[in-house]
């Protein structure tokens, strides 16, 4: 069974930067594609960053480009989202998700296998 375990959410204000980890369980999580999405009261659930199982492939979502960096450490299983310049459209739950069985990274929530339970991201103005 694969858990996933967000942390580092938190209140700050427009312009602070916060970092998010996810602590990934499992014997095979090198193999994993990661990703983070968000969700906003209201709004769908949206794509922000996903890093293939090497580090190699990495993408964002064009709301976060040059703002966000996501990094995975894979001797600790931990992903991590660097979040700079943030704004208070940033305000959102934030969750980590698990793409076992995928070659590429992918932008698309459905193709992700596992889920964090969310951490909460609140950007004051």
């Known amino acids: 069974q694969v858990q996933l375990a967000e942390s580092g959410g938190g209140l700050v204000q427009a312009g602070g930067s916060l970092r998010l980890s996810c602590a990934v369980s499992g014997d095979t999580f090198n193999r994993y594609a990661l990703g983070w999405f968000r969700q906003a009261p209201g709004k769908e659930r949206e794509f922000v960053a996903t890093i293939s199982w090497n580090g190699a492939d990495i993408s964002y979502g064009d709301s976060v480009k040059g703002r966000f960096t996501i990094s995975r450490d894979n001797a600790r299983k931990t992903v991590f989202l660097q979040m700079n310049s943030l704004e208070p459209d940033d305000t959102a739950v934030y969750y980590c998700?698990?793409?076992?069985?995928?070659?590429?990274?992918?932008?698309?929530?459905?193709?992700?296998?596992?889920w964090g339970q969310g951490t909460q991201v609140t950007v004051s103005s």
């Open positions: 998700a698990a793409d076992a069985y995928g070659v590429a990274t992918t932008m698309d929530s459905d193709d992700y296998d596992y």
